[in-house]
């Protein structure tokens, strides 16, 4: 079908609203299927996982669009909510790949859609420009291959879809010859694959056929080749990391500092936000230059080598997930054996979302979640009851705490090769042993045994306020020698210092406690916000 003059006719906002649908329903039918055959850039079993995730929060945000909104507005409100709920870096470049797609359908504004050629070029650019350095046989590839199939394509919107879907099978297909990797393993790239996925429902939905009931066979990763590569380990090291932050000023001055002679770092911009996704060694690195940067939404750290043993090697041990703010925190997380981190704590709790999500990354039948804060407790439970129902089971072991100092504590005692009830039950016992002071200004001026003006120093000792003083400082070391004092036989105080203090001014604080206390001190730069002095005594 054509316009009077004869060119295509453009698209609706429902037809987009189907296509999105679409793109997601065959990405999830084919969800495990990808993860079976990712091994670019890390074998680690998660594309499917990640691009379904990205489409799911897509499609699900268009519920509260209304109904009569415009083509462009439709798949630009999908590509900002993939762009926040994604996974992976195939979730970033399907999430860009969408951003493009958007702002090509903007183009037509008499007829409120663009035509799909210029959509399809807008988004393989958006696609290659979220990578710093895009390599052939990847999404990358298939993205350009079918812009240049429907440059040329004649037809309605639908049969346009149809050379799409065609070229991108094609351009799939050849990603071997052009990934080493791929042809060693004996598999195409999952993330390639998936993007033909997409458009295969988004040419199904747009011409009213359903989603199929079973997915399509895949192949498998050759088993000699994944064990050689798993005996290698090197490709494994490291956390898979991501961000969302909001307010960043100098992008190319970021993408600097976190790229080095990291290949596969990603930064995509979307409006105030800006997504990153980098596999690095020091996750806690990347979250202090985005927090320097702007400001943190989102962070979230998965152990690649974990994640892999798990999908790969049948590991039984229970991985941990662990909510941590500032830094300091997230070094200390990862060096304990957390195989996750999620951001959030004191004001900034995270959603049951990232929680479940974060669970589900790091696979395993058995998690450990670790709060670190009591008001994130209920959305860890929640995510619980989210993994117990998920298609591939897992169950959730919340540990009921109130300090990251207290995770730590809970962390030092993780075990392998027990049943998990007793790991958690160790865990907790190590979290009572250790008592727990915190120093902070109060937000809001309280009554009670203790009046505390608002703005003023107060201590907190194990939850309960115990004191408060006109100098922050003086109030850390009053509550270090009643700590001291409260527990006979203590050996050592750890001393996590927050974001506003300085290394010097910790260093006189930690001594002042040895000395008033007697007490080893062990200093640690927490950069937790809210509270300048966070103490444990053991």
């Not at 037509?108 to 390599?135: K, M, Q, Y």
Request: charged share 20%; aromatic share 4%; net charge negative.
């Amino acid at each position: 079908m054509t316009n009077s003059d004869g060119s295509s006719p453009g698209l609706s906002g429902a037809q987009v609203r189907r296509m999105i649908q679409g793109a997601a329903g065959w990405v999830a039918l084919h969800r495990e299927a990808l993860n079976q055959i990712n091994v670019f850039p890390v074998p680690d079993g998660d594309t499917g996982a990640n691009l379904g995730r990205t489409l799911a929060a897509a499609s699900e945000s268009l519920d509260e669009i209304a109904e009569d909104a415009l083509s462009h507005e439709i798949a630009a409100a999908a590509a900002s909510a993939a762009l926040l709920g994604g996974r992976g870096s195939s979730g970033v470049i399907g999430a860009q790949w969408l951003r493009g797609f958007a702002s090509g359908l903007a183009g037509d504004a008499d007829a409120g859609a663009g035509s799909l050629a210029r959509a399809f070029n807008a988004a393989a650019d958006a696609a290659r420009n979220a990578v710093a350095e895009p390599r052939d046989g990847t999404m990358i590839s298939v993205a350009a291959d079918t812009a240049a199939a429907v440059r040329s394509a004649e037809g309605d919107p639908v049969s346009q879809l149809r050379v799409a879907v065609e070229a991108a099978n094609e351009s799939v297909e050849y990603t071997p010859e052009q990934n080493p990797v791929l042809k060693d393993a004996g598999v195409v790239d999952a993330g390639a694959r998936g993007l033909e996925f997409m458009l295969r429902g988004m040419a199904g939905a747009l011409a009213g056929e359903p989603i199929p009931d079973v997915p399509a066979e895949l192949g498998a990763i050759d088993p000699g080749w994944l064990a050689r590569r798993l005996d290698s380990g090197g490709d494994f090291d490291g956390f898979c990391t991501e961000l969302v932050v909001a307010g960043v000023e100098d992008i190319d001055g970021l993408r600097e500092i976190l790229a080095g002679d990291d290949e596969t770092v990603m930064l995509a911009p979307d409006g105030d936000d800006l997504r990153i996704h980098i596999h690095t060694v020091e996750p806690a690195d990347t979250y202090a230059a985005a927090d320097a940067a702007g400001r943190i939404r989102v962070f979230r750290a998965v152990d690649m080598r974990a994640q892999a043993a798990r999908t790969h090697e049948s590991q039984s041990d229970p991985a941990v997930v662990a909510v941590a703010q500032g830094s300091g925190f997230v070094r200390v997380f990862t060096e304990l054996g957390a195989a996750a981190i999620v951001s959030g704590g004191a004001a900034d709790n995270p959603s049951v979302e990232m929680l479940f999500s974060a669970a589900e990354s790091v696979k395993g039948r058995d998690v450990i979640v670790l709060p670190n804060n009591h008001n994130v407790t209920p959305a860890a439970e929640r995510a619980g009851e989210l993994a117990a129902a998920a298609d591939e089971p897992q169950r959730l072991h919340v540990i009921h705490n109130d300090s990251q100092a207290e995770g730590v504590a809970a962390l030092t005692a993780l075990i392998g090769g027990v049943p998990v009830d007793d790991v958690v039950s160790e865990m907790q016992e190590a979290m009572q042993s250790v008592r727990i002071g915190r120093v902070t200004l109060a937000a809001r001026t309280l009554e009670g045994d203790t009046p505390i003006a608002e703005g003023q120093p107060f201590a907190m000792l194990d939850g309960e306020i115990v004191g408060a003083g006109s100098e922050i400082d003086e109030v850390g070391r009053s509550l270090a020698e009643r700590m001291a004092e409260s527990l006979s036989g203590a050996s050592l105080f750890t001393l996590y210092f927050g974001a506003d203090v300085s290394e010097e001014r910790a260093e006189a604080m930690a001594e002042q406690i040895e000395s008033q206390t007697g007490i080893e001190v062990d200093l640690v730069a927490g950069g937790q916000p809210h509270y300048p002095w966070l103490l444990a005594l053991e």
